[in-house]
Antibody
């Protein structure tokens, strides 16, 4: 079936980096855009940006430039989110979600905890 | 940036009651408005796309309406399994944005 499976929870120290993966299956990976959405503990959903799975061109929302990088490995139908120089305020669940307009398929989420 | 404002923030409802959640956009977004349901410790699920189109597999008690700046999600005859937080989302212009969420509790 169509699904997005994300990598497991991460515990990182401030200043470290993390790379979250999102593996697609059940559909043609390059036929749909991939979005990244953040949800801080007890908070709402925040769109981080998206990546064109055909060209690899990323678009970042304000507030997610510089330390955040979206990338792809189309050979394994996987999208990645890398966050560098982690801060405590990066603690959140990160979701990948398929779609250009409505996000019809979501990953299960990856909890990233930043703590010393 | 387009701001989406949902009301109410919280609603406590008895089963079989009708629930109405509104989402107001800070500028016109046509019909590029989508609704999601998120249950605790789960990822969001698409309910309604393009303001009024039901997504595949979604129970018929969920419906959406509106265009421009004012939108509504209606749950007819609420069931216990509908306890969740509901979010609207606009894809009309970048950055895409979400409403703050409406939590629906079952009395």
């Amino acid at each position: 079936q169509v699904q997005l499976v994300q990598s497991g929870s991460e515990l990182k120290k401030p200043g470290a980096s993390v790379k979250v993966s999102c593996k697609a299956s059940g559909y043609t990976f390059t036929s749909y855009a991939m979005n990244w959405v953040r949800q801080a503990p007890g908070q709402g959903l925040e769109w981080m940006g998206w990546i064109n799975t055909n060209t690899g061109n990323p678009t970042y929302a304000q507030g997610f430039t510089g330390r955040f990088v979206f990338s792809l490995d189309t050979s394994v139908s996987t999208a990645y989110l890398q966050i560098s120089s982690l801060k405590a305020e990066d603690t959140a669940v990160y979701y990948c979600a398929r779609g250009v307009d409505a996000f019809d398929i979501w990953g299960q989420g990856t909890m990233v905890t930043v703590s010393s | 940036e387009i701001v989406l404002t949902q009301s109410p923030d919280f609603q406590s409802v008895t089963p079989k009651e009708k629930v109405t959640i509104t989402c107001r956009a800070s500028q016109s977004i046509g019909s590029s408005l989508h609704w999601y349901q998120q249950k605790p410790d789960q990822s969001p699920k698409l309910l309604i796309k393009y303001a009024s189109q039901s997504f595949s597999g979604v129970p018929s008690r969920f419906s959406g309406s509106g265009s421009g700046t004012d939108f509504t999600l209606t749950i007819n005859s609420l069931e216990a399994e509908d306890a969740a937080t509901y979010y609207c989302h606009q894809s009309s212009s970048l950055p895409q944005t979400f409403g703050q969420g409406t939590k629906v509790e079952i009395k």
